[in-house]
């Protein structure tokens, strides 16, 4: 039995659909939006709001101590800047030298750990990034001109960014590595418009490429941000379930029928000094995954170890029979507490925490230490007229009444 969320097509596809439809829609504004870039007042308007989104992710990144949104966005920034300066007409190897580099860097950026801003390596990177461009100024200011080419290293470069991104992606399932790939893929499209445009009448009447696309670049990682502090603040970071701050959220546009259930697992707190805080995290999760499966309702953490089901719309009689499915489905498991195997000779024991794993399947005679994690539930419905505070807590004196009853069973209040 996992003790994490299975993996789901459904909200892989969630979480990438808003940056994906909004890097969608921004790449076809080049092309049918001729017209209004053509009005007075769109370029300033652009710098304008890259101005502000740019001051908004520098105050966010330092606010919730995330340095990849900021130095990513320094990069392209950077080559952006030097396009402008650079006139890519009169010197078509700038382009061919940084849109790889760019990519590289990106991607080094997006693998390095999540460190503080304020950090040595983060001085290092923006040294090297201050000296590359430093180079590639000289190399404009002096018309050097150096060999062009390269722009198939750049697109086989860019598909395997590209591919690494969305397989992250697939594999973390969070919102972080959507973003990224749409990042990533801005960039690209944006850079391929320019070299496609390069000699078009279109880009010689000065549409912003750099400016526009960098804007959509910053507004793709402030999303990022934004998503991640709301999911912060909204749910728990051990089961990934929704908290209690979504709870009351949830329950003020509850409507006039629904259920709740309390549920708690049973003598936790025992469990927890007996094996170690590092087990009871895996009970937890376990619980949080068994819970979050519930049919027709939705599960958050309450705290510690008690957790809420909300069943909206449905009879007491239904919530019931739900609740008690997943409260019989986890007591239906066995585990032991094992190390996993040593993947090196020299991997001692001390470096291998003991884990969860059921053995329900096994031998009587390997069985018979099995451990196994029960919980108690309690279940209320909504009354006429009343608020969810108390619900909630009728619910909890159903609990309560499981617990003197024995634990490991259901009790409707």
């Known amino acids: 039995m996992n003790t994490h969320p299975s993996f789901s097509w459904s909200r892989t596809i969630r979480l990438a659909l808003i940056p994906g439809v909004f890097a969608f829609s921004a790449a076809l504004v080049p092309f049918l939006g001729r017209t209004v870039v053509a009005q007075t007042g769109f370029i300033p308007s652009l710098q304008a709001l890259a101005g502000l989104l740019f001051l908004l992710l520098v105050g966010m990144s330092f606010r919730f101590n995330r340095r990849k949104a900021l130095l990513q966005t320094l990069v392209v920034g950077l080559f952006w800047l030097g396009v402008m300066i650079g006139d890519p007409v009169r010197h078509p190897w700038y382009q061919s030298w940084t849109e790889p580099m760019v990519i590289i860097a990106l991607a080094v950026i997006e693998v390095l750990p999540e460190k503080r801003i304020f950090s040595l390596s983060t001085a290092v990177m923006l040294l090297v990034l201050a000296w590359l461009f430093i180079v ?243 279940v209320a419905s909504r009354k006429e007229g009343e608020e969810s505070t108390s619900v909630l807590k009728r619910a909890d004196q159903a609990l309560y009444k499981a617990k003197e009853a024995g634990r490991d069973r259901l009790v409707q209040g």
């Open 136 to 378: 590639f100024g000289f190399s404009l200011r002096s018309n050097l001109t150096l060999p062009a080419g390269g722009f198939g290293f750049f697109l086989v470069l860019a598909a395997l960014a590209m591919i690494a991104a969305a397989v992250r992606f697939v594999l973390q399932n969070d919102r972080t590595h959507a973003v990224f790939f749409w990042s990533v893929a801005v960039f690209v499209v944006s850079a391929l418009q320019v070299e496609d445009l390069l000699s078009a009448s279109f880009f010689k009447s000065i549409f912003p490429f750099g400016l526009y696309s960098l804007s959509v670049f910053i507004a793709l990682h402030v999303y990022s941000l934004l998503e991640t502090s709301y999911h912060l603040a909204y749910h728990d970071q051990l089961t990934g379930l929704p908290g209690r701050r979504a709870l009351e959220e949830a329950l003020s546009h509850a409507g006039e029928v629904y259920c709740l259930a309390m549920a708690d697992v049973d003598k936790f707190k025992a469990f927890n000094d007996k094996h170690g805080h590092d087990v009871g995290d895996e009970v937890l999760r376990l619980v949080g995954a068994t819970l979050g499966a519930v049919k027709h309702g939705r599960a958050f953490r309450y705290g510690g170890e008690e957790f809420v089901l909300f069943f909206p719309g449905l009879s007491p009689e239904e919530a019931v029979l739900h609740a008690e499915e997943v409260r019989s489905g986890l007591g239906r498991y066995q585990f032991a507490l094992r190390r996993p195997k040593r993947l090196w000779p020299w991997d001692g024991k001390k470096n291998r925490k003991q884990t969860l794993q059921v053995v329900s399947d096994e031998t009587p005679s390997k069985a018979k230490a099995a451990i196994r994690i029960t919980m108690s539930i309690g």
